[in-house]
């Protein structure tokens, strides 16, 4: 069994990317972030006509997270308990669509049913605004909720973009982040991060694909990509029982080529 997460930036505007990837990689599941689209836009036709089952969270034109399987869907989640409202500008709160979990492998695979989240943290945008913050509370939020029943046998997934870097490897130039005062390598945000380690969760790419320049995201100003200037912010956490039987991970950075690519590319896992 073959799962995926890809934040494709726009599903509608990348659909045929999509629909490609699929054909050609032959993954079971795949989660996906920046839908950015509502329900009613979503091309819920398009997975069908391919075998998938979908799960879909948009309620605007921005963020949308994604759940397409076609090796069971069940008990979705839209959101997660504990999910910390976000309003600015006047704006009234509201629980963001960042996240949604469903249990996959209740049908036709030999693997053992396990809960995935497909995830869209926050960007925290800069280490002064309120959305970093913010971030920091849907981490800790996040963290209670996934941590709380872990035990031995606990099957679970967290994929999709973190937009973390949580070792100084997973950037391009360290220096330039540190000097510049970004975000995604400041030590809150890696705390946050290692706090998912630490409760026993295994990153299941990092060992088989480790850095430096295994990124998985290249901004589409100034060349990054063609340079090689990325980060490495899409991750697949796996509790230990499952990441027990993973026997293969690799980041897909042949799908960022061509014309009109997401700013992120797949990374891959796969069962036996």
């Given at each position: 069994m073959k799962f995926a997460t890809w934040n494709v930036n726009s599903l509608?505007?990348?659909?045929?990317?999509?629909?490609?990837?699929?054909?050609?990689t032959d993954a079971d599941v795949l989660?996906?972030?920046e839908t950015k689209c509502r329900?009613?836009?979503?091309?819920w036709g398009m997975f069908e006509m391919m075998g998938y089952q979908v799960a879909h969270f948009g309620i605007?034109?921005?963020?949308?997270?994604?759940?397409?399987?076609?090796?069971?869907?069940d008990d979705v989640e839209y959101g997660f308990a504990g999910q910390p409202e976000f309003g600015k500008n006047g704006v009234d709160p509201e629980v963001e669509a960042r996240a949604i979990s469903a249990t996959v492998g209740t049908k036709n695979t030999d693997v053992e049913p396990f809960r995935l989240y497909s995830l869209y943290v926050p960007n925290g945008r800069s280490l002064e605004d309120e959305h970093m913050e913010y971030k920091l509370r849907f981490l800790d939020a996040l963290h209670n909720h996934v941590t709380e029943d872990l035990t031995d046998t606990t099957r679970v997934a967290l994929t999709g973009d973190w937009n973390i870097a949580p070792?100084?490897?997973?950037?391009?130039?360290?220096?330039?982040?540190?000097?510049?005062g970004l975000t995604h390598v400041s030590e809150p945000e890696r705390a946050a991060f290692r706090?998912?380690?630490?409760?026993?969760?295994?990153?299941?790419?990092?060992?088989r694909h480790p850095g430096p320049e295994t990124y998985?995201?290249?901004?589409?100003?100034?060349?990054?990509?063609?340079?090689?200037?990325?980060?490495?912010?899409d991750f697949i956490l796996a509790s230990q029982h499952l990441a027990n039987d993973v026997t293969d991970a690799w980041i897909d950075r042949e799908a960022r080529k061509g014309p009109g690519p997401s700013d992120h590319v797949p990374v891959v896992a796969e069962l036996g």
């Open positions: 509608r505007a990348r659909a045929d990317r999509v629909e490609d990837w699929l054909d050609e989660t996906i972030q329900d009613e836009n979503f091309p605007s034109q921005w963020n949308g997270v994604a759940i397409a399987s076609r090796v069971g869907l070792y100084d490897e997973d950037v391009w130039d360290m220096e330039f982040f540190l000097n510049n706090a998912f380690e630490d409760s026993g969760l295994v990153d299941v790419v990092r060992p998985t995201y290249w901004d589409y100003q100034r060349l990054r990509f063609p340079k090689n200037q990325g980060m490495r912010i």
